[in-house]
């Protein structure tokens, strides 16, 4: 039987931050560099997760391939998690399903919850925003975030997303990621599209989370005003 992990998450949705209760011996896996404090009883050691080959895969989609795995001690211990983005925290129970997390959102998971990556072409590359998927599988709990809020959509059909704004989505939806100018929208519910690039249009049924903000569109809105080089 898989042991859940207690949590709290505070200050959502604009800087949420995760706060794990770690009974004695328990271990959680957090992204690398993710840890904002920790009781001093709490061991922790970096891994790459899911063996090297996977880990490499994490490398290439520009993501640190690496987490940190936190034990506690002989006493039960509190972990805080701030994810690197101001945004929103949730949490996903497996139960033997599988979860599509986007590169960046991962947070935290239980032991027992396998993570992976899914490459999604070149087209990624082109687009300037991560088309590189983690999938979680297995039993456990699951953290992600976002930039911004998060929005729950439940999807019965079709439902199309800019792919700057995809969290996460069960993989009982079918996904196909497109170019927004050759979509046919006809009998199509839109989702929140972020203009010009590509979209991820799903089928099926299943449950979608999207954020409310785009934190490359953020990126592109404030270059102009950086310093210009000398």
């Not at 859940?4 to 949705?13: F, G, N, R, T």
Request: hydrophobic content about 40%.
């Amino acid at each position: 039987m898989v042991q859940e992990i207690a949590y709290k998450i505070e200050h959502s949705p604009a800087y949420a931050s995760l706060v794990l209760h770690l009974n004695p011996q328990q271990t959680v896996l957090v992204e690398s560099g993710a840890m904002a404090a920790m009781d001093s009883g709490i061991q922790m050691k970096s891994k790459a997760k899911g063996g090297l080959m996977k880990g490499i895969g994490r490398l290439v989609s520009g993501e640190s391939f690496f987490v940190s795995e936190f034990t506690a001690g002989n006493q039960p211990a509190e972990l805080y998690v701030s994810p690197g983005v101001p945004g929103d925290v949730r949490h996903y129970a497996l139960q033997g399903n599988n979860l599509m997390i986007q590169g960046s959102g991962f947070v935290a998971c239980s032991l027992t919850v396998n993570i992976e990556t899914k490459f999604q072409g070149f087209k990624g590359f082109f687009s300037g925003e991560s088309l590189f998927l983690i999938r979680a599988t297995g039993e456990g709990d699951v953290w992600f975030s976002s930039y911004g809020a998060i929005v729950e959509i439940p999807v019965d059909g079709d439902y199309v997303v800019d792919t700057g704004y995809i969290v996460a989505f069960e993989d009982t939806l079918q996904y196909k990621v497109e170019m927004l100018g050759g979509l046919s929208f006809k009998g199509l519910r839109t989702g929140i599209l972020g203009g010009e690039g590509l979209v991820c249009r799903f089928s099926g049924r299943g449950r979608l989370w999207v954020q409310s903000r785009n934190l490359y569109r953020f990126i592109n809105f404030i270059n102009p005003f950086r310093p210009a080089k000398s």
